[in-house]
Structure formats: C-alpha cells, structure tokens
C-alpha cells in the first residue's frame, strides 16, 4: 500500500449475513470513504439476518441493500486487512496481508436483544481499527 492508496479491509464470516456485515457497514460509516471496505462469507446465506438489519437500523444504518457474497481469493488478494469473524480455516491465506481473528458471539437465530451487544462490540472495535489505519 502506498501512501496514495486508501487502506483496504475485507471482514469474513461464515453466513456474511450478521458480524461481517455488521463490520463492513460501520468501517464504510466512520471511515467515511478513507478505508475500502468488504465483506464475504465462506458459505453465504441468501439474506442479511433480520435481527442484524433491525439492530443497526437503531443506529441509524439500513443494511436493506446489502446482500451476502461469496469468498473469494481475489478479494482476499485485494485486501491489506482480513478480519475473520468465525469462520475458522475457510479464508485464503497470503503473505503480506494483515489478519485478525475477532471472537464474537453469533448473531444468527437471536433476537435484536442479543444482537446489540454483539453490535456495539463491533463498532467499538471498528473504531480502534480505524484509528490505527489513519
């Protein structure tokens, strides 16, 4: 990455319908357009998780446009930063990429009440991410 170039952050996890879509929409929000950012998942499902997209209305984000997409090596290969969220050995490995492995709890089948916390613990570590690429 040169000093021209924008940071670029790939946020992975199993479905890229909860914590991945979670991540990518406040990296994309707070960056506001300083970071490029994408999400995938290892084996995606059809629809971002109800509860997800109702817990990140709350704070002002609409995920309704958003769709989960598939892992692929290309945009591992794109990527400075791969942030797996779960989804164990299925991401692609580089050298000279940068990887994080963020231990959350899963979204999938909880309520908006258990998502929240789920929620802010990303944003607040999004935060971190972001000043530390600035």
């Known amino acids: ?6 940071p670029s952050v790939l946020f ?13 929409a406040y990296a994309h929000h707070l960056s506001r357009g300083r ?8 084996a995606p499902a059809d629809t971002i998780n109800p509860a997800v997209r109702e817990a990140m ?5 609409d995920l ?5 997409k598939l892992l692929t090596a ?15 050995d299925a991401c692609p490995y580089y050298p000279g990429k940068r990887y994080l ?8 089948g909880q309520a908006v009440d258990a998502v929240r916390p789920i929620r ?3 944003k607040r570590r999004i935060t971190e991410l972001l000043a530390e690429l600035d």
């Open 35 to 42: 970071v490029e950012v994408r999400s995938a998942g290892s």
């Open 74 to 88: 290309d945009a591992v290969k794109a990527s400075d930063v791969v942030i797996t969220m779960g989804c164990g």
């Open 64 to 68: 309704s446009a958003e769709r989960p």
């Open 101 to 108: 492995d963020w231990v959350l709890d899963d979204p999938a």
């Open 1 to 6: 990455m040169t000093d021209s170039q924008r």
């Open 57 to 61: 209305l709350e704070d002002g984000i």
């Open 120 to 122: 802010d613990e990303i």
């Open 12 to 24: 992975v996890c199993v479905h890229n319908a909860g914590r991945s879509q979670m991540a990518a």
